[in-house]
């Protein structure tokens, strides 16, 4: 981790996990060397193993697969769900519980629960 972040001491953070200039808070669970850089993750979210988070705001309860890029100004609203090697582009704003990505791929659809 290095300053200036702040990780709530609820959080779990696996090896090689880096944490730049970034907030996260309560209950997050970070996987193995997964990097989150200009950013701020709200409560009880998991990020996957080899995932990148940049410069995006990702809402509570959020679930980001293994290897997946989350590119500078995305916003991921709460409960939004990232499958396993997705893309999330640049400025995207993902709204409601469920995405589904298709791998290697930005975002292809998106839905809301009912």
């Known amino acids: 981790m290095q300053p200036p972040s702040a990780v709530d001491?609820?959080?779990?953070?696996?090896?090689g996990v880096q944490i730049i200039n970034s907030?996260?808070?309560?209950?997050?669970?970070?996987?193995?060397?997964?990097?989150i850089e200009n950013s701020?993750?709200?409560?009880?979210?998991?990020?996957g193993a080899g995932s990148t988070v940049q410069g995006s705001v990702i809402g509570k309860g959020?679930?980001?697969?293994?290897?997946?890029k989350v590119g500078e100004g995305a916003v991921?609203?709460?409960?939004?769900?990232?499958?396993?090697?997705?893309?999330?582009?640049?400025?995207?704003v993902v709204r409601g519980p469920w995405l589904e990505a298709v791998?290697?791929?930005?975002?292809?659809?998106?839905?809301?629960?009912?």
């Not at 001491?9 to 090896?15: E, F, H, I, N, Q």
């Not at 959020?62 to 997946?68: D, K, L, P, Q």
Request: with cysteine; aromatic share 4%.
């Open 9 to 15: 001491p609820s959080c779990t953070l696996k090896a």
């Open 23 to 35: 907030v996260v808070s309560r209950n997050c669970y970070i996987e193995e060397r997964a990097r």
């Open 40 to 47: 701020v993750v709200r409560g009880a979210t998991r990020i």
């Open 62 to 68: 959020c679930h980001i697969g293994r290897a997946v």
């Open 76 to 92: 991921l609203g709460d409960k939004s769900v990232v499958t396993d090697y997705s893309e999330i582009g640049p400025w995207s």
């Open 103 to 114: 791998r290697h791929t930005t975002i292809v659809k998106r839905s809301r629960a009912k």
